[in-house]
């Protein structure tokens, strides 16, 4: 009796030749639009014009785009085409809460092992941050202050998601001209959350972080 074989044919890629990693290239170059205000709240994003910004196919761009609607950044009109999504306070409110969550777990594993170095780092950049008057440096500087702070957690995919959602509302950092009352009381609590944490007084660090988060979502 003749032996059988198993024959094992190659899978079919879903979306042939294209390199999986296009369309998450595409995403974050457009989420950085958004971040910039080169693309505003209510912009219609149109899949020809996007292809031949990035000399794709349409394929891509349908996969950024989904991308983008499942992280919240643009919504779907009543004729079906995609526009970037405009904050609502109730939008707002839960990044705010999300974002209070995961920052207060990357502070609380990193305080432990905060180093010299971290601390400096992170009171060099605040030294930065007082005197800054452009809103588009703040964003990096404010993103690399706390960063500085919560690097020592070891969790990189953490990182990454902080960092993405500390990105997506810009507001506070136009609303905190030099010399303003917000901009006094950010600095007096970034220096506050660098003490507390020099002296690895976890419970208070956590309770300035979250203080600094809630003063932030008021603004």
């Known amino acids: 009796m003749p032996t059988s074989r ?3 044919h190659p899978v079919v890629e879903q979306y042939g030749s294209m390199d999986p990693n296009t369309p998450h290239a595409i995403a974050t170059s457009l989420q950085h639009d958004v971040r910039c205000g080169r693309l505003r709240p209510g912009a219609i994003l149109h899949q020809e014009e996007l292809a031949k910004r990035f000399a ?7 996969l950024a785009l989904e991308i983008l609607r499942a992280s919240g950044l643009v919504v779907a009109r009543r004729d079906r085409s995609l526009e970037i999504a405009d904050f609502s306070a109730d939008a707002i409110r839960d990044l705010q809460a999300v974002r209070a969550l995961v920052e207060r777990e990357a502070l609380t594993l990193a305080i432990p092992r905060l180093s010299d170095r971290e601390m400096l780092e992170a009171a060099h950049i605040q030294e930065r941050l007082e005197i800054e008057t452009d809103p588009k440096i703040l ?22 998601l902080i960092e993405d959602l500390r990105r997506e509302d810009l507001r506070p950092y136009k609303e905190q001209p030099m010399g303003s009352s917000n901009r006094r009381t ?6 506050s959350l660098i003490r507390k944490c ?10 300035v972080l979250g203080k600094h988060l809630s003063t932030s979502e008021n603004r």
Not at 57 to 62: F, G, M, V
Not at 144 to 159: M, S, T
Not at 186 to 191: L, Q, V, Y
């Open 6 to 8: 198993l024959t094992f």
């Open 56 to 62: 794709v196919s349409r394929q891509p761009i349908r």
């Open 139 to 160: 964003v990096e500087l404010d993103c690399a202050f706390h960063a500085a702070l919560y690097k020592p957690c070891g969790n990189r995919r953490l990182l990454k």
């Open 186 to 191: 950010w600095s007096r609590e970034h220096r």
């Open 198 to 207: 020099r002296a690895c007084d976890a419970a208070a660090a956590i309770a």
